[in-house]
């Protein structure tokens, strides 16, 4: 653990250990998750004011949520994102992932590079969630752009132009999604049906837009990125003797696209023989955590299968873990079985760029070659 400042002055406690993160984690009374979706930059006033042209709130509903509305609010989502519902969608998900994969191969044998972010990453599990809770029928790319804007703007350092910025695409999607949640179906309607307000709905659908669905496009992209570094897992996935399944968890270990996650302290308390002050910011570096020596044998080696492998906290922990986790695991399993035999004859022209962010890895174009 250390005490670090970030940015704007403002201390954490920063925690590294497996089992103290997992500790944090899983004692929701104690550390608090009122502040995970808190502004890393505070919002001045010109950006606030924009939100509030556009109407624009964030009740607590899923991750930022501690309150005994909680459990309620997140059955739903989980019935919505039901392993069998999620099993339900394999084939047409497979089939959709085999055409974009012969379309790439064949602009590779032309002798053209591929973007498999564009090409491949970036909206799939979009398409797939869109599936499962019925969202509305909005362009891709729209949702995309909204995505990454509210990542951008409520987790990076920034300067007071790019908030503004960042604030009106924001809150202009906010109002898509006020809109329909008042008339969708699906797992808004569900939520309406258990007497929900509409700031509530929205809410839920706000962060399943993020969570649900761009932290995973992420996820494929810096595992397919790793897997070009692979020659042996591939061979592996080749050969039968590496199981899909297992190169999944080992990405999850070591390439999560959630670095970090926060909590704060609801009283005052000692964690790993430190003192902890209520109201202290803790911040719960998940990517460490993965590489504890404590928990796993080869802990910057990606060997799928080893000891502490599934260990990994990349889902999180608790009352709070990620309801969507069969979902993302589904889908990156599908891309590695289809998308293999490519990375094995691939180099990189230009790797993913990640912008300066505390909590996500938001990788961009990922071009390669034969």
């Known amino acids: 653990m250390a005490r670090v400042v970030d940015h704007v002055g403002v ?143 409520f987790w990076a350092p920034l300067d007071a132009d790019r908030q503004q910025q960042l604030a009106a695409e924001v809150g202009r999607f906010h109002r898509v999604l006020r809109e329909f949640a008042t008339t969708g179906g699906g797992l808004a309607g569900a939520l309406r049906a258990a007497g929900h307000p509409p700031d509530v709905v929205v809410g839920a659908l706000f962060f399943l837009l993020v969570a649900g669905q761009e932290t995973t496009s992420q996820f494929l992209t810096l595992l397919m990125h790793r897997l070009v570094g692979e020659p042996a897992v591939l061979a592996g996935l080749r050969d039968g003797s590496v199981a899909v399944a297992d190169v999944v968890e080992e990405g999850l270990r070591l390439e999560p696209p959630i670095v970090t996650w926060r909590r704060v302290a609801a009283a005052d308390t000692t964690l790993g023989g430190t003192a902890v002050a209520a109201g202290t910011s803790v911040v719960l570096w998940l990517a460490g955590a993965g590489r504890d020596p404590a928990v796993v044998d080869a802990p910057d080696e990606f060997l799928p299968g080893q000891r502490g492998s599934r260990r990994h906290l990349a889902f999180g922990a608790g009352v709070h873990r990620c309801v969507g986790d069969q979902l993302a695991r589904m889908e990156a399993a599908t891309v590695v079985a289809e998308v293999a035999p490519l990375l094995a004859e691939v180099r990189v022209l230009r790797a993913p760029w990640y912008p300066d962010n505390l909590t996500f890895r938001m990788p961009d174009t990922f071009l390669v070659a034969r």
């Open 11 to 153: 201390e954490h406690l920063l925690v590294t250990r497996h089992a103290l993160v997992r500790q944090v984690l899983t004692d929701p009374h104690t550390y608090r998750p009122d502040n995970a979706l808190d502004a890393v930059t505070p919002i001045p006033v010109a950006a606030l004011r924009i939100l509030a042209a556009h109407r624009f709130r964030l009740p607590p509903t899923l991750a930022n949520n501690g309150d005994a509305s909680h459990p309620g609010i997140r059955a739903l989502v989980a019935d919505a994102l039901h392993p069998k519902r999620v099993a339900d969608q394999r084939d047409w998900l497979t089939a959709l992932v085999r055409r974009r994969v012969a379309t790439l191969t064949a602009e590779l044998d032309a002798g053209r590079p591929v973007d498999l972010y564009a090409g491949l990453a970036a909206d799939l599990p979009l398409l797939v969630l869109a599936r499962l809770v019925e969202l509305p029928d909005t362009p891709v790319t729209a949702v995309k752009s909204f995505a990454r804007a509210a990542l951008e703007l």
